[in-house]
């Protein structure tokens, strides 16, 4: 049997009191699995965003229940078993493209020498090894969100979640992007579950998920590539 990753029952995270209340996730109930590939789709404001902080350990319900049953415990989360691409900027200002792309690495205990190769490795992968020695300051939308998606690689984890990953990229750009991350899930044996509001992205993926104003619901989709 396939190694359960994400386990959570009646999974709620709400802001708010009384009747100014919103419930961002409400009464979610899925398993994510070893190699699963999942698009989470929904339009802005759904709910995708609070539901992969919750998967990653970022969050904490506010009621329901969430464990990692194959991964460890909240704390044993990062670094290592799970690598998060952010929708939003999220790379270290001092640090260049390849020590951000490293770190995870270093910081799991990497020798700092292999983890700065295996960076480059990833930077080539997701076509940024150009800017390998830029600051993030001097780089466009679209290779900083191809870099923290090499982050969220790095280090092999087992779960990798990626928010909105080809927001910034051109149509040609962003289905090569996907097709590496895709890729490189499938070669490292990680599960992969990405948020996007786009249509032809989840086509690419085995699995989806709809979010709607909180609301988590779950079909099984042939993969169409």
């Known amino acids: 049997m396939p190694d359960t990753l994400v386990r959570a029952v009646s999974l709620e995270r709400a802001y708010g009191v009384g009747s100014a209340q919103v419930k961002a996730v409400d009464d979610a109930t899925f398993s994510v699995e070893a190699r699963d590939t999942i698009a989470l789709l929904g339009p802005s404001g759904s709910g995708k965003s609070t539901l992969l902080h919750l998967i990653a350990g970022l969050d904490a319900p506010t009621s329901g229940s969430i464990e990692w049953p194959a991964l460890g415990s909240r704390q044993d989360l990062r670094p290592g078993s799970v690598g998060v691409a952010f929708q939003g900027p999220s790379l270290l200002p001092p640090l260049t493209v390849a020590e951000n792309v490293a770190l995870p690495m270093i910081l799991a205990g990497a020798d700092e020498e292999e983890a ?48 909105e990953p080809t927001g910034q990229q051109d149509v040609a750009t962003g289905g090569r992007l996907l097709e590496a991350m895709v890729t490189e899930a499938v070669l490292g044996g ?17 699995s ?14 042939t993969c169409s590539s």
């Open 208 to 221: 989806r998920w709809e979010m709607r104003d909180g609301t988590l619901r779950t079909e099984e989709l």
């Open 190 to 206: 990680a599960a992969l579950v990405v948020a996007t509001h786009d249509g032809a992205v989840a086509e690419r993926l085995t």
């Open 116 to 163: 700065t190769a295996a960076a480059r490795d990833l930077l080539h992968v997701f076509e940024v090894d150009t800017v390998a020695n830029r600051l993030p300051e001097e780089l466009s939308g679209g290779q900083s969100e191809r870099v923290g998606i090499a982050r969220a690689f790095s280090g092999s984890p087992r779960l990798v979640l990626a928010d």
